[in-house]
């Protein structure tokens, strides 16, 4: 495996958070993690390249994403982006600049649940960026102080009740960071996770968790937002993706090794999810690696 870039950010232990403004004309960052929490806004980046986990997606005129992982790659890249100005800020911050006992509280819970996304990545709709960046310019221009951890807390607090929040990637391309809400569906989940490459049916699944299919589809999909096919197919795709980058397996082997029986309707799949190929996944992540 070609290794990442763990970053090592100036954020101190006794600082809440630090904020970075800059303009630029272009990304020269490599893929990196670090353990801090990070939101990254970005405005005249359309083209650019955003890579997080095994989602790499070209960016509109607006982006903001949030990763609260210490283990999940990110980075930002020039890609087709021809911007004269592009403007970037990063606030970097402790995962416990909400305290954990505030976290548990009912009016707190809509937070809870975007950290508990924001481990695979989230992003946000143009709309809800657009209406959030003049209170992201005004915190890069407030002097230190507790009133600018206060603003930061309102803004993360305002994105967690946005009907527009996006997991970007895949649960199984860094499975040991699972989070869920439900116990039924975590287990449903390790189950498939297990299975993944063997014939998995629904009713293997509801079996498991002691519900009817029915029930199960109903209750799988209210938890997550997807189905059970399509919940499958993401730790199929998951898995797929992580050997796509980190072995040199031809695509075929990749494929049968992950559970799909048919190349074609994996192709078919896979770019359908990814909006590329495998072949041209793999050369888009390979670009973004460095090799150290």
């Known amino acids: 495996m070609d290794l990442i870039l763990r970053e090592i950010t100036p954020l101190s232990e006794k600082d809440c958070f630090m904020i970075f403004s800059r303009k630029k004309k272009e990304f020269t960052f490599p893929l990196h993690i670090h353990a801090e929490y990070e939101l990254n806004f970005i405005e005249n980046g359309k083209g650019a390249k955003r890579i997080i986990g095994d989602s790499v997606e070209e960016i509109d005129n607006l982006d903001l994403a949030l990763i609260a992982s210490p283990t999940l790659e990110h980075g930002w890249f020039t890609h087709k982006c021809h911007s004269k100005e592009i403007k970037e800020v990063t606030i970097q911050f402790h995962s416990d600049l909400f305290a954990e006992q505030m976290l548990n509280k009912n009016q707190f819970a809509s937070v809870r649940e975007l950290f508990d996304k ?16 003049s209170q992201i310019y005004s915190l890069a221009s407030e002097p230190a ?14 994105l967690s009740t946005s009907s527009s929040v996006r997991e970007l990637s895949s649960r199984s391309f860094n499975p040991n960071v699972q989070s869920f809400d439900s116990r039924r569906i975590e287990k449903a989940y390790n189950y498939m996770l297990e299975n993944f490459d063997k014939s998995v049916k629904l009713s293997d699944v509801s079996d498991i968790i002691g519900m009817t299919e029915q029930a199960f589809s109903r209750f799988l999909k209210q938890k997550t937002g997807r189905n059970f096919i399509d919940s499958l197919n993401d730790i199929k795709l998951g898995h797929v993706t992580r050997m796509l980058v980190d072995t040199n397996k031809n695509i075929e082997d990749i494929c049968l090794s992950c559970g799909f029986n048919n190349i074609s309707n994996f192709n078919r799949i896979f770019k359908k999810r990814k909006g590329c190929t495998p072949n041209e996944f793999r050369e888009n992540y390979k670009e973004s690696k460095l090799f150290i």
């Open 145 to 158: 102080g507790a009133h600018s951890v206060l603003k930061l807390q309102g803004i993360l607090c305002t």
């Open 118 to 133: 924001a481990i695979y990545g989230v992003t946000f709709s143009q709309e809800t960026i657009q209406s959030i960046k």
